[in-house]
């Protein structure tokens, strides 16, 4: 469990139909990132929205599913 509680992606060439978007800072693994934009990660079989990105994750994602 990863514990997030929003997706968020470091890694923008997988989002599409991203807008700017100031969502504050998060807190991940002891670091922090900015949150700058938000988009939409499309799979074969699923589209997640709302996923926040932030830099700092590099190429990381990290999705929450509840």
């Not at 890694?11 to 807190?27: A, M, P, S």
């Not at 929205?49 to 990290?62: A, I, M, P, R």
């Amino acid at each position: 469990d990863s514990g997030c509680s929003r997706s968020m992606s470091g890694n923008k060439d997988k989002l599409e139909d991203y807008k700017d978007f100031d969502g504050g800072e998060v807190t991940f693994g002891g670091s922090t990132g900015k949150i700058s934009e938000k988009g939409t990660i499309k799979t074969k079989t699923l589209n997640f929205e709302n996923v926040l990105y932030v830099k700092e994750l590099q190429h990381f994602n990290l999705i929450s599913v509840s």
